[in-house]
């Protein structure tokens, strides 16, 4: 019984990430006219419920790894659910999520709600490189102490920021940004190249309580305070970028 506990804790990432997709799924994109008769086209805010659903997923993702260290319930099984949960939450969610804001995107051009589905489509190498990046790393005995490659919650949760990014902030470019066809298309590749990829990563573990240990992990807590001070949302990628450039720049550091 003991052991099935972290289980649990998997099985909610799963159901956190189901309920984002269909959070995503059921508003649509809206039509609206506004007073001088304009028509605008709108992604319904409910859609940002799905990246609090991401968030959530990824705070269960972190406590069932932790919950299985401490009752020393880690097992293969528990390996494989984990994987199977985090290509639903971090990759196909995050997929939707992209693919709704490309759908934005056209929808702004003449007969772009006519759009081609091929346009679209893109959005979905998110997920499939999540998945290939989960395989590989259930079978590579080498990334115990760092990661080969993004991990694919680091991923899900900068994609899940772009909702709360377009919803929340007050600065026009960024909202802009985020329905950018082209900016998109370019996340879509970089994000994806990066989880499958074998660009050594800095893990969230801890060899030893130490400063000379600790300290990237500290430097990316204080760009998310400061940066989510002055850039509300946008925080979110600026410390997913400033986690990946700290990991190139002590990549000799990690695999030692």
Known sequence: MRKQVPNV????NLVFGCIAIVVILQPGLMLNVDENGQQTIEIPQKI?????CIGLAAVVDFLD???ARALKASSEMGKQLDSLADVVSFGVA?????????????????????VSIL?????????????????RFNIDPTQAHYFKGVPIPAIGLCIASFPLIYWFSNTIWMIEL??????????????????VSSIPIMALKFKKL????????????????????FLGWMAVPVSFIAYVVLSLLLKQRIIS
């Open 48 to 52: 940002f419920w799905a990246s609090i």
């Open 94 to 114: 995050p997929g939707m999520i992209i693919f709704e804001f490309l759908r934005r995107s056209y929808a702004t051009q003449p007969n772009g709600l006519d």
């Open 178 to 195: 985020m329905v950018n066809k082209w900016f998109l298309y370019s996340v879509v590749l970089l994000l994806s190249y990066l989880m």
């Open 119 to 135: 346009w679209l489509l893109p959005a979905f190498i998110i997920p499939c490189a999540g998945a290939y990046r989960l395989a």
């Open 9 to 12: 804790f998997t099985l909610l």
């Open 65 to 67: 790894g932790l919950i």
């Open 210 to 229: 130490s400063f000379n240990a600790i300290w990237p992990f500290l430097f990316i807590l204080v760009v998310a305070i400061i940066s989510a001070y």
